[in-house]
C-alpha cells in the first residue's frame, strides 16, 4: 500500500500545483471570437428579463447560513454570500454555504419496483426484457435490474446514517416519475391530482427525514427512469409532447414538495439519457441502436439484430409538430438522439417556465440543468510545436462545445453552439424564436455539472472540416479526435496511452484536473449569466475491479513522464483491487480516497485561485447501488452492499466516507 499512500500525497500537492491545463487561448471561450459564435448577441442584462420571475432572495430555510442567490437587481451590493465567499477564499477554504454531499437516482437504489401502485419504468421494461444487456447472474433477475437495488424505498433511516458520516449538508436524489404517476400523465382535475398516493406519502418521509436531520435536499426530476407508459404511447424523448407530460410532473412536484425543497435539477445527463440511450448501442434503455455503437457490442448490434439488444419496441411518434408520424415499432432511425436531446431540453425549459411563472416567487427555490460531458485537454507531444499547441486547443475548445455546450448552451444561452450548427446542418432541428427565449436562462439560477472523466482533443490528420454543403450527423466530427485513449482497437479497446489511470468502469479514468478545467470553461463562456454558479452534482469512480484491464499502466505512465507531468503516471497496487470474496477490499477503497483527495484538491483551487463560482459538490455515490448495464459489481458507492449475501443489505461506510468528513472539517469554513 506504500506506493498508493505516497502517491497519494505527493499527488495532492503537484496536481495542485501544476496541473491546471488551460482551455485554449484567445478563442477559448468561444464568446468573443465574433462571427465565428454563437454567443455574440448575449444579452448585457445578466439579471435574465426573459424569465418572468426571478430568484432573487430566495434563501435556503433548512440551511440557515446560506442566504442565495445574490440580487442580481442590485450588481454592486455585498450579499451575506459574497461575505462568506471573501472570508473563505482568504483561508484558502469553501464558503460556509457550500452545498456538501453526496448522490443517487431513483432507479439505482429504491428498488420496490412493483409496489405500492409504482408504474413500469423503461429501465423496468427493458432490463426485464433483455437480461442479457446487464452484467449479473444468469437467471437471477434481482441482479440484473434495479428490481430490489438497496431497497432505499424501505431503508432510507440507513442511508442518513451514510450522511452524517460524511457531513453531508446536502444530499441529492431523484424521484421516481412513474411511482407518482404510473402512467406518466399527471392530470389535476377539479383541484386534484390523478397521482399514486402512497409514492407521494414516501416522497414526503425522504424529505421530512432530511430536513429533521439537516440536510438539504437537492432534488432531480428526471434521472433516465421515463415511464415505459410514454415509451409506449408515443416513444418517450423522441415525441414532442414529452414536453408537456413532463412539464405537467414537475408542476405537481413543485405544488406538492416546493414548500419544503428548494433546489430542482430538472433533467440529468441528457446526453446520456439521449446518446446512450437511443443511439450507442443497448447500454441504457430503451436499447434504441443506430447500429452506429463504435465502442461496444458492435457484432451484436449488426442489422439491429433484436437478439443483440436493440429494441424495435416503440410507440407512434412525432418528433416535432411540423414532422409526420411514424409508425410504432419501426427500426432504430437516424438522428434518434438529436431529437430526443432537443425535445429533453424543451422538456427541461418547460419546467423552467412553470416553476418561474407559479412557484419560485413564493417559494423562493433555485431551478437548474444538471448535463454531463469530459473536459476536453488538448492532446499534447514532447517537442510538439506551438503551432500544433494552438490548433489542438482549438480542437478541444470545438469538441467540448459538441460534448457539452450542446446541452449546457440552449439553457443558458438560449440556443445551440454555433459551430454544432455549421457542422450539424439540416441534421440539427430548430428552435423556434418562442423556444428560444423559453430557454434563455432556464438555467440561469445555478448549472449543474457531473464530472468524471476527461477527453483529449485534436485535429484528425488528413481530415478537413465539413464544408457547409457537406455539412450533417455523419460529418460533424469526422475531423475531431475526443477520447480518453489514443486510439480504439476493435471499435471499443483502449490503444494507450489513457488519459488517467483506468478505474473500475471501462470508461471511467482518473484525470484530476478535469474538474478545475471545466469549472473554468463553463464560468469562462457563460460569464454573468449564471446567477449562483456552478454545482458539481456528481463526482467519483468505481474502485478498480477483477473486471478491469491493467494492460495500458505502463505505455500510460511512459507517456505523462514524456510530457513532464510524472504525476499522472499513475500506478498502483494489486491489492486495491476489489475481490468480492473478501469485503476488506472493498471497504478500504483507497483508489477512491486518493480520487476523492485529487478531484477536491482541484476544486478548491478553481475556487480559491480561479475565483470560479462554484457552490457544491455531490460526491457519486453515497451507497453501492445499480450501475446500469455495469449491475452490481461495479461499485460507485462509498458505503458498501453486500448485494449478494446479505439479504438486508446493510450500508457499511467505506473509508472514503470517513474521509470526506474529514475533508469537510479541514476545507469548508464552518460558519
Ligand atoms: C453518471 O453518469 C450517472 O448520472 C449515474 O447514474 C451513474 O451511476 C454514474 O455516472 C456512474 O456511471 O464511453 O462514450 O459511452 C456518468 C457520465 C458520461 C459516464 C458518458 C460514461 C460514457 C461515454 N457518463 N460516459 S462512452
Redesign the pocket.
Known amino acids: 500500500m506504500k506506493t498508493l499512500t505516497l502517491f497519494t500525497t505527493l499527488l495532492a500537492v503537484s496536481a495542485a500545483k501544476k496541473c491546471i491545463v488551460k482551455p485554449s487561448s484567445s478563442n477559448d471561450s468561444g464568446i468573443e471570437s465574433g462571427e465565428e459564435s454563437s454567443l455574440n448577441n448575449l444579452p448585457s442584462d445578466p439579471s435574465n428579463p426573459s424569465n418572468p420571475s426571478d430568484p432573487s432572495n430566495s434563501s435556503d430555510p433548512s440551511n440557515p447560513s446560506n442566504t442565495d442567490p445574490t440580487n442580481p437587481t442590485n450588481p454592486g451590493e455585498q450579499t451575506n454570500h459574497d461575505i462568506l465567499v471573501e472570508k473563505a477564499r482568504a483561508e484558502g477554504k469553501l464558503p460556509a454555504d457550500f452545498k456538501w454531499g453526496a448522490?443517487t437516482?431513483a432507479y439505482?437504489v429504491e428498488g420496490a419496483w412493483n409496489e405500492d401502485g409504482r408504474g413500469e419504468s423503461v429501465w423496468d421494461h427493458f432490463t426485464h426484457l433483455y437480461p442479457h444487456n446487464v452484467e449479473g447472474e444468469e437467471g437471477n433477475e434481482d441482479s440484473i435490474s434495479g428490481n430490489v437495488a438497496c431497497d432505499s424505498y424501505h431503508k432510507f433511516d440507513e442511508d442518513i446514517e451514510m450522511m452524517k458520516i460524511m457531513k453531508a449538508t446536502h444530499y441529492r436524489f431523484s424521484i421516481s416519475w412513474s411511482r407518482l404517476f404510473p402512467d406518466g400523465q399527471a392530470k389535476k382535475e377539479e383541484g386534484k391530482w390523478n397521482v399514486n398516493e402512497k409514492g407521494v406519502e414516501y416522497y414526503n418521509s425522504v424529505i421530512n427525514k432530511l430536513i429533521e436531520n439537516n440536510v438539504t435536499p437537492l432534488v432531480t426530476l428526471y434521472?433516465?427512469d421515463l415511464p415505459y407508459a410514454l415509451h409506449e404511447k408515443y416513444g418517450g424523448w423522441l415525441d414532442y409532447h414529452s414536453q408537456y407530460d413532463f412539464a405537467n410532473y414537475a408542476e405537481f412536484c413543485f405544488e406538492t414538495f416546493g414548500d419544503r425543497v428548494k433546489n430542482w435539477i430538472t433533467i440529468?445527463?441528457p446526453?446520456?439519457n439521449c446518446?446512450?440511450g437511443y443511439r450507442?448501442g443497448p447500454?441504457k434503455a430503451p436499447y434504441r441502436c443506430t447500429g452506429e455503437a463504435p465502442?461496444?457490442l458492435a457484432n451484436e448490434t449488426e442489422g439491429l439484430d433484436l437478439q443483440g439488444g436493440c429494441s424495435y419496441e416503440i410507440g407512434p411518434s412525432q418528433y416535432s409538430p411540423e414532422s409526420e408520424v411514424l409508425e410504432a415499432n419501426r427500426p432504430p432511425q437516424r438522428l434518434e438522439d438529436v431529437w430526443c436531446s432537443h425535445n429533453i431540453l424543451l422538456a427541461h425549459a418547460q419546467a423552467v417556465k412553470v416553476y418561474r411563472e407559479k412557484f419560485q416567487k413564493e417559494q423562493n427555490g433555485l431551478i437548474g440543468i444538471?448535463v454531463?460531458?469530459?473536459a476536453q485537454i488538448p492532446w499534447i507531444e514532447p517537442g510538439m510545436s506551438e503551432e500544433q499547441k494552438k490548433i489542438n486547443e482549438e480542437y478541444a475548445n470545438l469538441a467540448a462545445e459538441f460534448r457539452i455546450g450542446w446541452y449546457s448552451d440552449p439553457p443558458v444561452t438560449g440556443d445551440y453552439p454555433q459551430s454544432v450548427k455549421e457542422r450539424m446542418g439540416k441534421d440539427l432541428p430548430e428552435f423556434t424564436e418562442e423556444q428560444k427565449a423559453m430557454l434563455k436562462g432556464s438555467s440561469s439560477d445555478f448549472l449543474g455539472w457531473?464530472t468524471?472523466?476527461a477527453h483529449w482533443a485534436a485535429p484528425i490528420e488528413g481530415q478537413t472540416p465539413p464544408t457547409p454543403e457537406e455539412a450533417n450527423f455523419e460529418n460533424s466530427k469526422r475531423d475531431m479526435w475526443d477520447?480518453n485513449c489514443r486510439g480504439r482497437g476493435d471499435g471499443w479497446t483502449c490503444i494507450p496511452p489513457t488519459l488517467g489511470s483506468q478505474a473500475g468502469?471501462?470508461?471511467?479514468t482518473k484525470y484530476p484536473p478535469t474538474i478545475r478545467v471545466g469549472l473554468n470553461w463553463f464560468s469562462k463562456r457563460y460569464e454573468g449569466l449564471i446567477n449562483n454558479g456552478i454545482i458539481i452534482t456528481?463526482n467519483?469512480c468505481?474502485q478498480p475491479n477483477a473486471k478491469v484491464s491493467r494492460a495500458n499502466d505502463e505505455v500510460t505512465a511512459e507517456y505523462f513522464k514524456s510530457i513532464d507531468q510524472p504525476e499522472y503516471a499513475d500506478t498502483y497496487e494489486e491489492e486495491i483491487i476489489e475481490n468480492e470474496d473478501d469485503k476488506n477490499t472493498i471497504i478500504r477503497d483507497l483508489y477512491r480516497v486518493d480520487w476523492y483527495q485529487q478531484y477536491l484538491e482541484n476544486l478548491r483551487l478553481a475556487f480559491v485561485e480561479d475565483k470560479i463560482d462554484v457552490r457544491g459538490y455531490m460526491a457519486?455515490?453515497l451507497i453501492d447501488?445499480?450501475?446500469?448495464e455495469?449491475g452490481y459489481e461495479?461499485r460507485?458507492g462509498m458505503s458498501y452492499i453486500d448485494f449478494k449475501n446479505d439479504p438486508e443489505l446493510k450500508r457499511q461506510p467505506k473509508e472514503s466516507l470517513k474521509f470526506l468528513g474529514q475533508w469537510y472539517d479541514e476545507n469548508i469554513m464552518q460558519e
Not at 468502469?505 to 471511467?508: Q, V
Not at 447501488?625 to 446500469?628: D, T, V
Request: proline share 0%; glycine share 8%.
Open positions: 448522490a437516482a439505482q434521472h433516465w440529468n445527463e446526453w446520456v446518446v446512450s450507442l447500454g465502442r461496444k444538471t454531463d460531458g469530459e457531473n468524471y472523466t477520447d468502469s471501462s470508461w471511467n456528481e467519483g468505481a457519486w455515490s447501488n445499480f450501475e446500469w455495469n461495479t460507485f
